[in-house]
């Protein structure tokens, strides 16, 4: 396999990861719980759980587990694992649009440092 291989599983992991957060956040905050019938019966965490937006998370984080995996198993953990942070930068930026959440000057100079980090981090 190419040496592109391993670095395409670690954006795949902080794709599908950043997805699972904000699709469980999108349905967290939408969700109603079923006021009648069988699936009233059961606990509200479970009527969540069950519907098939939050199922594709888990799915999702099940597969990014697997493209880490293939991912460390061909990296150095230290060389790779900083790029997980990637996962704040793009839930953040992608939550303001999808759900009116505030950028602050405090969020941008976090996520600066963060980009920072990252740069020095892959230098060594």
């Known amino acids: 396999m190419s040496k592109v291989f391993p670095w395409l599983m670690v954006g795949m992991t902080i794709l599908l990861t950043s997805y699972g957060q904000l699709v469980i956040k999108w349905q967290a905050s939408i969700f109603k719980p079923a006021s009648a019938g069988w699936f009233a019966k059961l606990p509200t965490v479970i009527q969540l759980l069950l519907q098939p937006w939050v199922v594709s998370a888990f799915v999702a984080a099940f597969a990014a587990s697997l493209c880490w995996m293939l ?4 990296l150095e953990l230290s060389k790779a694992y900083p790029f997980m942070a990637l996962n704040f930068l793009l839930v953040c930026i992608i939550a303001v ?15 600066g440092t963060v980009i920072v980090g990252l740069i020095i981090l892959s230098q060594g």
């Open 71 to 74: 991912a460390v198993s061909r």
């Open 97 to 111: 649009p999808l759900f009116g959440e505030t950028f602050t000057m405090a969020k941008a100079i976090g996520l």
